[in-house]
Structures are given as structure tokens and as C-alpha cells.
């Protein structure tokens, strides 16, 4: 087991497990280590999306996680442009996300619901019930 390895497991086992510990340090090293699921989990700390070009905001850190190949990131970078009202930046990085092999995220580009179902889609005015094949 590597030493990235055993963070993680601590990591987890602190967010998750509730066992006794400081979860943010954790996931703040790794994530300087360039590791893009920690990059990914940090960034959705964070309130604010942020712009891409700032390498501490959600957005930049998910960017980052994105060009090292993590399929996540480019779903949350969908999301983040959905809930900005940016319908094209949603259309674009679903469509990186699927290219990497997300599958929701080919299902989602394929359909390209402007109407979806989470909390924040309730905040810009684009919320719609909840139907059987959302949870498929």
C-alpha cells in the first residue's frame, strides 16, 4: 500500500466512518500532490465555482483534475455551467465527460435536458420533478 493510498483510507475513514481526525488537511496534501480525485473532492468544498484560470477555485481545481483524466471533474465543470446559466458550457464539457467514458454523462448529452432535478436547478428557474429514470 503506497503512502497516497493509506491517506486516502484515512481520509475516508474520517469523512465517512466519523472516526477521530482532521479530514481537510488530508485531502489538502493530496491534492497538491496532483492527485485529480482529491483536486475534485476539495474543489466541492467550496462554495463558489470560481473561473477556471484561478487554480484554487472549484472550477480550476476540477479544470486540473480534468486534464489529468479524471472523468468526475468534467461532470462537475457541467454542472457548475449549468447552475451559472451557461447552457453551452454545459453542452461542452458533458460532452468531455462522456468523451472520457462517463456514463451519466452520455446519457445526460443525449437527452440535454434543459429541466433537471436537483436543488440548484430550483435556484436559476429550471427545476423539474423527479421521474422513474432518474434513478436507473
Not at 48 to 57: L, V
Request: net charge positive.
Amino acid at each position: 500500500m503506497t503512502k497516497n493510498d493509506r491517506l486516502w483510507n484515512r481520509y475516508w475513514s474520517i469523512r465517512d466512518n466519523h472516526k477521530t481526525g482532521y479530514a481537510m488537511p488530508i485531502i489538502w496534501h493530496l491534492a497538491f500532490q496532483r492527485d485529480p480525485l482529491a483536486m475534485t473532492e476539495l474543489g466541492s468544498t467550496f462554495d463558489k465555482a470560481g473561473s477556471i484560470a484561478n487554480p484554487f477555485s472549484q472550477a480550476g481545481l476540477a479544470y486540473r483534475a480534468f486534464r489529468r483524466g479524471h472523468l468526475t471533474a468534467a461532470q462537475h465543470l457541467a454542472m457548475n455551467a449549468f447552475n451559472g446559466r451557461d447552457l453551452h458550457g454545459y453542452r461542452y464539457w458533458l460532452a468531455r465527460a462522456a468523451k472520457l467514458g462517463h456514463v451519466d454523462a452520455a446519457r445526460e448529452l443525449k437527452r440535454f435536458e434543459l429541466r433537471l432535478p436537483h436543488k440548484n436547478a430550483a435556484l436559476i428557474g429550471r427545476r423539474r420533478p423527479y421521474r422513474p429514470c432518474d434513478f436507473a
